[in-house]
């Protein structure tokens, strides 16, 4: 399977963004996916995921209730929609995926990664 996120760009602070990830080479409801995103010289963190199915999602508490992950296994891509962005939300975007029986939005263990979208947040 491979990942490609695509949508990034420059955003004012309070603005909003869609980023994309386009699954291929197997079908993608057969791992849940993921949302993680580095900053300018910090470490990779975890954005939010979801389940296999779609129904459940989970949210670092630094994004929950500004950002959404959804899914559609049919045409196999994954989406993170952005709102109230600040500047703090600047980094690069990676969508992970993890092969998985249970139909969770595990948080560990992503063993397929996809290049990264560059997301600038500034006036």
């Known amino acids: 399977v491979q990942l490609q996120a695509s949508g990034g760009g420059v955003v004012q602070p309070g603005g909003s963004l869609t980023l994309s990830c386009a699954v291929s080479?197997?079908?993608?409801?057969?791992?849940?996916l993921g949302w993680f995103r580095q900053p300018p010289g910090k470490e990779r963190r975890i954005v939010g995921t979801?389940?296999?199915?779609?129904?459940?999602?989970y949210y670092a508490e630094t994004v929950k209730g500004r950002f959404t992950i959804s899914r559609d296994n049919v045409n196999n891509t994954a989406s993170l929609h952005m709102v109230a962005l600040t500047p703090e939300d600047t980094a690069i975007y990676y969508c992970?995926?993890?092969?998985?029986?249970?139909?969770?939005?595990?948080?560990?263990?992503?063993?397929?990664w996809g290049r990264g979208t560059l997301v600038t947040v500034s006036s």
């Open positions: 979801i389940s296999r199915s779609g129904k459940g999602t």
């Open positions: 080479g197997d079908t993608a409801d057969k791992y849940a």
């Open positions: 992970a995926a993890r092969e998985l029986q249970l139909d969770v939005p595990i948080t560990s263990g992503y063993h397929v």
